[in-house]
Nanobody
Framework: QVQLVESGGDLVQPGGSLRLSCAAS????????MGWYRQAPGKERELVAV???????NYADSVKGRFTISRDNAKKTVYLQMNSLKPEDTAVYYC???????????????WGKGTQTTVSS
């Protein structure tokens, strides 16, 4: 059974920084793309950033230049460094990983349960 567990969400003032982490555990053979999504109240879940297995990254326009996604393959962990936070960044942040389980044939997407980030003075 594969599980993703996020951490690092908090209440922070505008202009502040946070670092989110998401660690995968279970019978994992390999992990392809890793990503972060967010969902604000009353809005649909949206892609924030994604990083491929070989390190290529892509960001939503709203976070470019402020957020940085990275991964540690040995630790099966993805990070999201968030700087210059704005109130509109307030949301539940979810991590997503495309994982091939041990003895599996096809990879599939897994989601964490989310971590709340609130940007407010």
């Amino acid at each position: 059974q594969v599980q993703l567990v996020e951490s690092g969400g908090d209440l922070v003032q505008p202009g502040g920084s946070l670092r989110l982490s998401c660690a995968a555990s279970g019978t994992i053979s390999s992990i392809n793309a890793m990503g972060w999504y967010r969902q604000a109240p009353g809005k649909e879940r949206e892609l924030v950033a994604v990083i491929t297995k070989n390190g290529n990254t892509n960001y939503a326009d709203s976070v470019k230049g402020r957020f940085t996604i990275s991964r540690d393959n040995a630790k099966k962990t993805v990070y999201l460094q968030m700087n210059s936070l704005k109130p509109e960044d307030t949301a539940v942040y979810y991590c997503n990983m495309n994982i091939l389980e041990m003895y599996g044939i096809y990879s599939r997407n897994y989601w964490g349960k989310g971590t709340q980030t609130t940007v407010s003075s």
